[in-house]
């Protein structure tokens, strides 16, 4: 009990110096810097380039938003186990990576509007015998998704009689299960699957035309930032007015002009 | 993260976690008894002689002790596909375990092993036994006595690394805490549960080291 | 494809030597730090008084019986609720030298557990202070049990370190997970991490044998 009262003790006063302080805004003003947590595991939206550099769709949007504010940026690079922990205990200022804000998520972070939209994708080897969507129905085909994403949901829906197989670390590693034969058909974001394909042969995945979902994808940061969050929203009905935002998404997600860059 | 910290999701998501810790359970007891098997053949062949078996035997051995888990267990995943051998998740996830922990095993059988007084084994050559008695009636049940501790230490070590596996799709303990940070954005509440649930484990495992010490009349068994 | 593959990974060399330089800076901070933690929490564990025995035994028991993530979390993301904020590489470096710390910790107890007790009773006989005693009759005795498995605990702990990238650090297996996503080949590129962590450990290895041998030696090597 005691334990309990210092800690809502503890709250109370966490909460009297938060109202005391300015908003997220003027802190970030203050600090000159942006802290940004991006998760550097999903061409095209976020990698490490050839030369070691940080890049991507989601990585340069971050940075004209630091350039907008006039402060410097600083990435905070986590793997997705880090991710929503350093947005949530306050480490990073907002958190740019390939998510959908679904309702479930958005009960615990404030998600902007939706930037672009996207949908999860079944792909196979082109060689295979899974040629179609259609053929990755039959009873236990092994179908390889990510542990956590809106694939993973999807492939459940679409896919009931399959053998729903959820792998950690990042897309590549589905394509490489689906291109070794550990998994026959694989389901993930479609602009993740084209942009990470390009990494083989070309010609090496069959990624089908039909999707099977459409998904919004979304920047978050905490609903203790509103200042911040608003500021956000009008950032992204400015650059999509001004034509960067389309700009910067022909470049990386609806082309492979990037590979040849990085 | 703590000020919201909702004991009502991990609730809900008890089923998962239950389900979670059942195959942790199973699977990490069948690499145990796997990486024994393994440690025991490696421990012979460490015993042995001649170099013919003494010097894979090292090879192996320092080879797994100097690379990490992670990078054998993408050894034997990705690495098998291509010798034409594709074999379910589990499998793969249960033999890069016992394989992983049978290296460190057989050390812990050399250190029993060494660890008796040369004066017995002399004893035993003297009264006229083979090697095979010497091991089986000297050795080995005093040798068994020593490494109880460590061998539990090293179950300890195979049950949390078996949240590796989670890397290949086998859905364990670790992956249900994830499932909870990546669906709900709970961090905290998935990864304090399954600390939680691991930290059961390991006092059920010590308890059951302590049990066996006393059973096997090792009076003042520390583990 | 597999020749495209190492000309792209033989370009990330600086970000991997990169990686490889946190592993080690990283590791061998923690180590030192861990070993003077461990010995000191080994010896009062093993001193008389049952209240501090009991609580550092029930800290190692929670540190061994819990996955390192979760410690690591608790750390660097939990810790700024009460007040304390750690940058990555601070929260890194006290997890790990607290794991190593609760391992050594374990080690030296059973090291000094093994020193006979009529050697102890002997010290006393003889009017030896209990510092004296510990330093000059007990711990050398100790040491031979305990070196080995310290050093054994060193390799364990540098590959233990991997769990940092949670957090954000670039340590040698983040290096990996990067390049990964570029050069879509786990097991080359895995097997090229497991290599760079070869270099580190297995001159330890070898260490840890040689100290085993040269005891076993000063002991009598058993042959059966």
């Given at each position: 009990m005691t334990i309990a009262k210092l800690f809502i003790a503890g709250l109370a006063l966490a909460g009297l110096t938060a109202a005391a302080s300015a908003g997220t805004l003027d802190e970030i003003t203050k600090r000159g810097e942006l802290r940004v947590a991006v998760q550097?595991?999903?061409?095209?939206?976020s990698l490490v380039g050839a030369a070691g550099e940080r890049t991507g769709s989601s990585v340069e949007l971050a940075e004209l938003m630091a350039k907008e504010m006039g402060v410097k940026i600083t990435f905070l690079d986590f793997d997705w186990d880090g991710l929503i922990p350093a947005l949530l205990s306050g480490k990073a200022d907002l958190l740019v990576a390939d998510m959908t804000p679904t309702l479930a998520r958005a009960m615990k972070v404030a998600f902007t509007k939706p930037y672009m939209y996207t949908g999860s994708t079944v792909f196979t080897k082109a060689?295979?015998?899974?040629?179609s969507t259609e053929d990755c129905k039959a009873k236990g085909t092994k179908i390889a998704v990510l542990l956590g994403a809106t694939g993973e949901k999807e492939a459940k829906k679409a896919f009931p009689d399959a053998d729903i197989k959820s792998y950690k670390g990042g897309g590549p590693l589905l394509l490489d299960a689906v291109n070794n034969g550990q998994a026959d058909c694989g389901v993930n974001d479609v602009s993740a699957v084209k942009g990470q394909s390009t990494?083989?042969?070309?010609?090496?995945f069959t990624i089908m035309p039909d999707m099977l979902s459409k998904e919004p994808l979304a920047f978050a940061t905490r609903y203790d930032e509103q200042d911040l969050l608003t500021w956000m929203n009008l950032f992204l009905d400015q650059v999509s007015l001004d034509g960067r935002l389309q700009k910067n998404l022909d470049y990386w997600v609806n082309s492979d002009d990037w590979k040849k860059d990085h | 993260m703590l000020e919201n910290f909702s004991f009502r999701t991990i609730v809900e998501y008890l089923p998962l976690f239950g389900q979670g810790l059942v195959t942790t359970v199973w699977l990490s007891v069948l690499a145990f008894a796997g990486a024994l098997a393994v440690g025991i053949v490696l421990a012979a062949m460490n015993q042995q002689r001649g170099r013919l078996f003494r010097i894979p035997a090292k090879a192996y051995i320092d080879a797994v002790r100097a690379t990490p888990l992670l990078a054998q267990l993408y050894f034997l995943y990705f690495g098998l596909p291509r010798l034409g051998i594709i074999l379910p998740e589990l499998v793969v996830g249960i033999l890069a375990l016992s394989l992983n922990s049978g290296a460190y095993v057989a050390e812990i059988i050399r250190a029993g092993i060494l660890s008796i007084p040369h004066g017995q084994v002399e004893a035993g050559v003297a009264s006229g036994m083979t090697y095979v008695q010497r091991m089986r009636l000297v050795i080995l049940p005093q040798a068994f006595k020593v490494t109880i501790p460590p061998l539990l230490g090293q179950a300890i070590v195979l049950v949390k690394d078996s949240a590796l596996l989670s890397l290949i799709a086998v859905a364990e303990l670790t992956r249900a805490g994830q499932l909870l940070a990546s669906d709900r954005f709970m961090p905290a509440e998935g990864f304090i549960t399954i600390a939680a649930f691991y930290l059961l484990l390991y006092y059920g495992l010590k308890g059951l080291a302590a049990l066996s010490g006393r059973w096997l009349g090792l009076a003042g068994a520390q583990t | 494809m597999i020749w495209q593959q190492l000309q792209s990974l033989a370009g990330s060399y600086p970000l991997a030597l990169r990686g490889l330089g946190m592993t080690v800076v990283l590791s061998l901070i923690s180590l030192v730090l861990g070993t003077l933690i461990g010995f000191g929490l080994g010896i009062l564990r093993t001193g008389g008084n049952r209240l501090i025995s009991g609580v550092i035994g029930a800290w190692v028991d929670l540190i061994r019986g819990t996955p390192f993530l979760v410690q690591i979390f608790l750390i660097f993301f939990i810790l700024p609720e009460l007040g304390i904020e750690l940058d990555a590489f601070s929260a890194g470096i006290i997890a790990l030298t607290n794991l190593a710390a609760c391992f050594i910790c374990e080690i030296v107890v059973a090291g000094i557990r093994s020193v006979p007790t009529g050697q102890v009773e002997a010290a006393l006989a003889s009017g030896l202070s209990r510092w004296q005693r510990m330093r000059q009759v007990v711990l050398p005795q100790a040491m031979r049990i305990v070196l080995p498995p310290l050093v054994g605990q060193y390799v364990l702990l540098i590959k233990d370190s991997s769990v940092v990238s949670a957090i954000g650090l670039t340590d040698l297996t983040r290096v990996g997970w990067l390049v990964v996503q570029r050069v879509p080949n786990g097991l080359l590129v895995f097997f090229l991490i497991g290599l760079g962590y070869f270099i580190v450990c297995y001159p330890l290895i070898l260490l840890a044998r040689r100290l085993e041998q040269r005891i076993g030696a000063a002991h009598g090597e058993v042959q059966i």
């Open positions: 550097t595991q999903g061409p095209p939206f060689d295979g015998k899974f040629k990494a083989y042969p070309a010609g090496s | - | -």
